[in-house]
């Protein structure tokens, strides 16, 4: 079964903000970026309409509420 346009966006948003989560931990993101600037100017071209601050929201809800376990 193939991933939606929507799954897809969720994916690279999920990416996106650990990616930027990283980045501003090692100090290479200036501090007045918001991550959600760090999504706009990061995130596909072809993924940008099926993002929205619902969809940002639920990725940030989903990811703070589980613990990160490496395996």
């Known amino acids: 079964m193939a991933l939606s346009s929507r799954e897809k966006t969720i994916i690279i948003t999920s990416h996106l903000v650990s990616l930027y989560s990283e980045m501003v931990e090692e100090g290479k993101i200036p501090q007045n970026q918001s991550v959600i600037d760090f999504l706009m100017?990061?995130?596909p071209s072809e993924h940008k309409k099926d993002l929205s601050m619902?969809?940002?929201d639920d990725?940030?809800?989903?990811i703070s509420s589980r613990p990160m376990e490496l395996s």
Do not use: M
């Not at 990725?59 to 989903?62: G, P, S, T």
């Open 41 to 43: 100017k990061n995130i």
């Open 54 to 56: 619902d969809l940002i």
């Open 59 to 62: 990725v940030f809800a989903f």
